[in-house]
């Protein structure tokens, strides 16, 4: 049914068509339709080359930002620009993936809402997904995920930073010049926690966990200052920039995904975890536990499996099954596995130092709310556990 009503749309569009030519736009260009403006001019933005296929109705062809090998997250975001009442009709066309993200809609480009089921279709093969909105007075954005890019991140930073034992640094530059920023707490701890996140720029659920955890790591609770009394806490929120700016689905400037290359850290942003890592070896530091923060299709820890001890033992379990026992509304699984797979953060964290290393993985639709909940049980049954069994 639904292909044969994509089909239809389709022939209407080619009739009503042929008596002018298609009109097209390059990416960074703003596509003009009689009706409405699509506009990919700002940090995030991922749109394509856009055509003009009738007064109210546009194509857009969405691709991956280089021809390496990047996994199926077709992101695109652009912004609608209304010039009459009416209807818009989208058409999203993916090419070297699939529609994965329902699109969220939002008139500030900071709070967001999903649009409803029934604006868009979706082709049975998921190479097509076709947005039909009400055009009112009112500019929207039009995004696979929340907006949430370097400028955000720097709010949220100095906000941290003004924590009276939070120190906010700029760890290096990435490929295109962006500072990559670390807050840290007190150096003279000598046990660490290191937490990374946003290594791929479509995965901003991931990005909402990471947000949360480190603000309840970070608080003014007594668990929490307990635990800074004894470890440093690290944290690096946003480790690939240039991805995020440009609207990436997987890779950084270099066309390199950056959970692939610890160990070659043949790219900068790789390059300065070497570096800091290198430092805390140096200055007699031990990093006892790593996190890293991701999105994927539901929520999930990557873990360390049997044959691969960790010190402390068993402890990875021990606090998933702690904090299982306390969150709400958030499912979750523990998947242990080898450490074999090269290139990857937590495999080269465990391989390097024995550590619990752990990819925490946030479905790309959980909710946002009951995500932000759960990171912060999981925070808190990490510090009680730290506190415990790391000596």
């Known amino acids: 049914m639904l292909n044969r009503l994509l089909f239809a749309v389709s022939f209407v569009l080619l009739i009503s068509s042929c008596a002018t030519s298609i009109v097209a736009f390059d990416s960074g260009t703003a596509c003009e339709?009689?009706?409405?403006?699509?506009?990919?001019?700002?940090?995030?933005?991922?749109?394509?080359?856009?055509?003009?296929?009738?007064?109210?109705?546009?194509?857009?062809?969405?691709?991956?930002?280089?021809?390496?090998?990047?996994?199926?997250?077709?992101?695109?975001?652009?912004?609608?620009?209304?010039?009459?009442?009416?209807?818009?009709?989208?058409?999203?066309?993916?090419?070297?993936?699939?529609?994965?993200?329902?699109?969220?809609?939002?008139?500030?480009?900071?709070?967001?809402?999903?649009?409803?089921?029934?604006?868009?279709?979706?082709?049975?093969?998921?190479?097509?997904?076709?947005?039909?909105?009400?055009?009112?007075?009112?500019?929207?954005?039009?995004?696979?995920q929340e907006l949430i890019t370097p400028p955000i991140y720097d709010i949220w930073n100095r906000k941290m930073a003004r924590h009276d034992d939070v120190q906010l640094d700029v760890l290096g530059q990435s490929k295109l010049g962006q500072p990559i920023q670390m807050l840290s707490s007190q150096p003279s701890a000598k046990d660490v926690l290191l937490l990374v996140g946003r290594q791929h720029p479509p995965e901003v659920s991931g990005a909402f966990a990471f947000i949360a955890f480190a603000e309840e790591l970070f608080s003014a609770t007594e668990l929490a200052c307990d635990f800074r009394a004894r470890f440093q806490v690290i944290a690096i929120p946003l480790m690939n920039p240039d991805g995020v700016i440009g609207g990436n689905w997987r890779h950084n400037l270099g066309g390199t995904d950056l959970n692939r290359d610890w160990g070659p850290f043949s790219q900068p942003e790789t390059a300065l975890i070497r570096d800091l890592l290198d430092d805390l070896d140096a200055s007699g530091k031990r990093l006892r536990i790593f996190l890293d923060f991701h999105s994927t299709k539901r929520n999930l820890f990557y873990t360390q499996d049997d044959a691969n001890v960790t010190n402390p033992p068993l402890f990875t379990r021990t606090w998933l099954d702690n904090s299982a026992a306390r969150v709400v509304d958030y499912p979750f699984s523990n998947e242990e596995r080898s450490a074999d797979t090269p290139g990857v953060a937590k495999n080269y964290m465990y391989r390097r130092y024995g550590i619990p290393a752990s990819t925490y993985e946030v479905g790309d639709e959980t909710d946002r709310a009951a995500t932000q909940a759960a990171a912060r049980v999981f925070a808190q049954e990490l510090m009680e556990l730290m506190l415990e069994q790391v000596h």
Not at 64 to 69: S, V
Not at 134 to 143: G, K, Q, Y
């Open 33 to 144: 339709a009689e009706s409405f403006s699509v506009i990919d001019n700002f940090a995030g933005a991922r749109r394509g080359r856009c055509s003009v296929l009738s007064s109210n109705s546009v194509q857009i062809t969405i691709l991956p930002e280089d021809g390496g090998y990047i996994n199926d997250s077709p992101w695109y975001s652009f912004r609608l620009v209304p010039k009459t009442s009416g209807t818009a009709t989208i058409t999203m066309r993916y090419r070297g993936g699939h529609h994965r993200y329902p699109p969220k809609f939002s008139r500030d480009g900071l709070q967001w809402s999903t649009i409803r089921n029934e604006s868009i279709a979706v082709s049975d093969d998921a190479e097509t997904a076709v947005l039909t909105l009400t055009l009112t007075d009112e500019t929207l954005w039009i995004s696979g």
